[in-house]
């Protein structure tokens, strides 16, 4: 029997656009240009190459960050754009964009290394053309940030994209809980109740983050969430980013034996692995604080530090078997 592979469910694509790849990063204020610039130091990638190099770049940065860590593969993920409930794109409001045929293009220089995680917002015109192209191509995985991009899970009009999924036997990655790196159109689409219906249409869905709150004053969800995994055993949550400072108080609430069992491991790559967060909560002590802070690659560094947490091994392979069935 093949040994499970380590998966890492949430790693983020990125790209500049330099080579003729499509994506780009909004770099219109401040505040956009800080957090790509911290972003791409996380990375290991220097700010320069922005406008320059970045595709390249950021591909290269990606492959040596998972072949130099414990992990098997990873869930790279494409970035649609928010659209209206119409399906008119609003490119102004998005924080950077990575289409669908540069994903795939580089998962397939990766065979093994990436798993193609296609973004696509159900209301496009073309929204169920696209995900048979994309299935066609190997997509395994969709990823939506409903509050980003503007999609109200419960819009009888998107039933036929999540039965479509359902039928490709795709796995739906959501973002759920607050969001502070990227413009959000509307906030209570983070709620993980929301996630009801594509859940009724027969998807498979791993709830980013937890459903746990980002800034100070967003509404905690987790709670909510794990009273959802009762009712639907095709329900899962993700632990990206529970190593940096504001998603770390969600550590507690499903570092609980009845709710581990649905966590699957991810880190939210390029988003910082700090640590502080986890240490100050009492999760992880010193030492492994400090030793952590001393390894160059963020991936292994998020994954020792959950580790350290007592996140289990079966967090990191339960996403192999899901992409078995």
Known sequence: MPTARRIDCHVHLVGDGSSGSGCWVGMASPHRRLISHVMLLEAGVPPRVLGRDLDACFE????????????DAAVLLAQDLPHTDRGEPLPGKAGFYVPNDHLLAVCDRHPG???PAVSIHPARPDALEELDRCVARGARVVKLLPNCLGIDYADRRYHPFWEKMAAAGLILLSHTGGEMTLPVIEPRF???RL???PLDCGVTVIAAHAAGRSGLWDPDYTHELIALFARYPRLYADNSALSSLNRSHTIAKVLRTDVLERII????????VGGFGPWHRGHIDWRTWQESRRDRHPLQRDLRLKRAMGFPPACETRLDALLSR
């Open 60 to 71: 290269r940065r990606l492959v040596e960050q998972v072949r130099e860590s414990d992990l």
């Open 190 to 192: 983070a709620d993980p």
């Open 113 to 115: 290394l990436f798993i």
């Open 265 to 272: 491991h991810g880190s939210d790559f390029p988003v910082p």
């Open 195 to 197: 996630l009801a219906t």
